[in-house]
């Protein structure tokens, strides 16, 4: 069985900061790992992927990622935190097995602010 | 690219109304669909897979006569509430996987905008 877990309800950082929102999975079988953004009463919208390949992956608005196997995680960084960062964000992971038909298992979620 | 539309945007309606939600996808074609329910301040809960010319499948728990799926094209899937009530009331949100194989499973979910229903 697949799971997702993110460390922190809430992150709150100030602009300019480094964002940081970690996330960890669990799962038996090579992941798909993929981070997405929430902004109030809309729907999410890709951040970034990770399929196979590069672990280092890079995303739209100066998000990042990396895939660390051993460490089961796919943190989501950013160097400095802006204003509209400003969000909920969800980790999400699939796998390429037939019968499940590409569910994404989503972790609970990370509130971030950004303090001026 | 990757536009996935979802109508209305918002629905308020009696108890006891039906109300269909349409999602589609713009400009890609997508054989699964995808149908999520968000309650405020928690994470997205799939209530049921939909596949192009057969029947949803859906996840435990999830009444199939309450919350109709068809998906009917390879760019468009409806949820129909059927008979809602005030429990019923919650944001919906659909997303559609480009690809029209089922095996395509590394593609990214592209989602709508989201419904939010509230029955009085």
């Known amino acids: 069985a697949q799971s997702v877990t993110q460390l922190g309800s809430h992150v709150s950082v100030s602009e300019g900061a480094l964002v940081l929102l970690r996330c960890n999975y669990s799962?038996?079988?090579?992941?798909?790992l993929f981070w997405y953004v929430q902004y109030p009463n809309q729907g999410l919208q890709l951040l970034l992927k990770?399929?196979?390949?590069?672990?280092l992956v890079k995303g739209i608005n100066g998000f990042e990622a990396e895939f660390k196997k051993s460490e089961t995680s796919f943190h989501l960084t950013k160097p400095s935190a802006h204003m509209s960062d400003a969000a909920e964000y969800f980790c999400?992971?699939?796998?390429?097995?037939?019968?499940?038909?590409?569910?994404?298992?989503f972790g609970q979620g990370t509130e971030l602010s950004v303090k001026p | 690219g990757a536009v996935v539309s979802q109508h209305p945007s918002w629905v308020i309606c009696k108890s006891g109304t039906s109300v269909k939600i349409e999602c589609r996808s713009l400009?890609?074609?997508?054989?699964?669909m995808f149908w999520y329910r968000q309650f405020p301040k928690q994470s997205l809960m799939l209530m049921a897979t939909?596949?192009?010319?057969?029947?949803?499948?859906?996840e435990q728990g999830v009444e199939k006569d309450k919350f109709l799926i068809n998906h009917a094209s390879l760019t468009l899937s409806t949820l129909t509430v059927t008979s809602a009530h005030p429990e019923d009331s919650s944001f919906y949100i659909c997303?559609?996987?480009?690809?029209?194989?089922?095996?395509?499973?590394?593609?990214?979910?592209?989602f709508g905008d989201g419904t939010r229903l509230s029955i009085l």
């Open positions: 939909s596949n192009e010319g057969s029947k949803a499948t859906y």
């Open positions: 990770y399929t196979t390949g590069a672990t």
């Open positions: 999400a992971v699939s796998h390429m097995i037939y019968n499940q038909g590409g569910k994404l298992i």
């Open positions: 799962s038996s079988v090579p992941p798909y």
């Open positions: 400009d890609f074609q997508a054989t699964t």
């Open positions: 997303s559609a996987r480009p690809g029209q194989s089922i095996w395509i499973s590394n593609q990214p979910q592209h």
